[in-house]
């Protein structure tokens, strides 16, 4: 197999942290995932209440001191302090972020931009009070990976499925619409137009070929990856010709990326299902020229040239991430320790953290 930089792994199954380094090395081994980049995701959204798990952000920078020197950690901002005024906050965001990179983080990720967080959250992702944050980064040259929207079948009674619903992504007119999560993202960028900008999952953004390409020549600094949700690959194929040409037109701006997780294992068969569910399906589709099944969907591969693979799969982000930044050790345990007496932080976890580095 080709090896393959994942820019999207997460870590948010509730597994044991040994037990997360383990499953990890033996799926990073299974699927060639030479490099990888852990994104924390401190918040989740579920029946209008936002819940916040105060280790992810320390798990992330652990996890990449377990799988030195490949992994890198993406930080997730907090948003604790609901009483602050807007500048405190604006001055809480920045703090977060100076100290997230002096740490040995080496971007954000932000997953503000899901519906159901931004609607329970209420703050535009424009809002001033991220702007000293963004400017940081911008200033900075630091990478942010933001989950912008979702399928626009989500925002429709007739073409949402069944599954979507029953898990609460159905965006009625409570919710923000794809067009204006999609502007308040243009408005970032008309103040910040440095800012290195990854929307995951290709933006959302393959219903319409010339959105994406409007997208990434309005905003030159800005990368799309391909971490599937599985409708943007079956957009494409719909109007493959055109979207050949734009993968070769753009071939610097497009990242490798799965979803991919410590799975929780139950037994090898059901487990390796779940660990090369994506990874097989991304390298199906764009290395092959033969028929595969997809969550029972049938699809032919496109079988990009070797060159825009190599592309997508390894230099770009090598190129945009550089090397990973070196962990703060200190910090690393001094936050371990403060989130051992913590109520709602997994103290075995913690320890573990301070036992093993
Ligand atoms: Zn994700």
């Known amino acids: 197999m080709r090896a393959v930089f994942d820019s999207h792994v997460h870590y948010s199954f509730a597994i044991p942290l040994a037990e997360t380094v383990t499953l990890f090395r ?34 992330g920078l652990y996890l990449k001191t377990r799988f030195a020197l490949d992994a890198y950690a993406f930080a997730g901002l907090e948003h604790t302090g609901t009483a602050l005024s807007e500048d405190e906050r604006s001055r809480m965001y920045l703090l977060q972020a100076e100290r997230a990179m002096a740490a040995g983080f080496d971007g954000f990720k932000m997953l503000e931009g899901y519906p159901g967080i931004r609607k329970v959250m209420g703050i535009p992702l424009c809002h001033p009070v991220y702007d000293r944050f963004y400017s940081y980064l911008e200033e900075n040259r630091i990478p942010v990976v933001m989950h912008l929207a979702n399928p626009e079948e989500y925002w429709d009674p007739d073409r949402v499925d069944e599954y979507a619903k029953k898990v609460g992504r159905f965006c009625d007119e409570t919710y923000p619409t794809k067009a204006q999560l999609h502007g308040e993202v243009d408005e970032i960028l008309k103040k910040h137009p440095k800012l290195r900008l990854t929307l995951a999952h290709f933006g959302f953004l393959t219903y319409r070929i010339e959105d994406a390409e409007a997208w990434l020549e309005r905003h030159e600094n800005t990368m799309l990856d391909i971490t599937p949700g599985g409708e943007q690959y079956f957009n494409m194929l719909s109007d493959w010709p055109r979207w050949e040409v734009f993968l070769h ?30 990874p097989r399906f991304v390298r199906q589709f764009f290395e092959t020229n033969t028929e595969h099944t997809y969550q029972g969907q049938l699809f032919c591969g496109v079988k990009l040239d070797d060159a825009v693979i190599s592309d997508i799969y390894w230099n770009n982000a090598v190129r945009e991430y550089g090397a990973p930044k070196p962990v703060d050790l200190s910090y690393l345990r001094q936050e371990a320790e403060r989130l051992l007496t913590l109520p709602g932080a997994d103290a075995d976890d913690m320890r573990y953290i301070l036992n093993t580095i």
Request: overall charge positive; proline content about 5%.
């Open 249 to 278: 037109k753009y071939r610097s701006r497009i990242l490798y990326g799965t979803d991919f997780y410590a799975f929780p294992y139950n037994d090898e068969e059901r487990w390796t299902q779940s660990v090369m569910n994506r």
């Open 26 to 59: 033996r799926e990073f081994a299974m699927t060639d995932t030479a490099r990888m980049v852990f994104l924390s995701l401190p918040h989740h959204e579920k029946n209008g209440v936002l819940t916040f798990d105060p280790t992810q952000n320390v798990k």
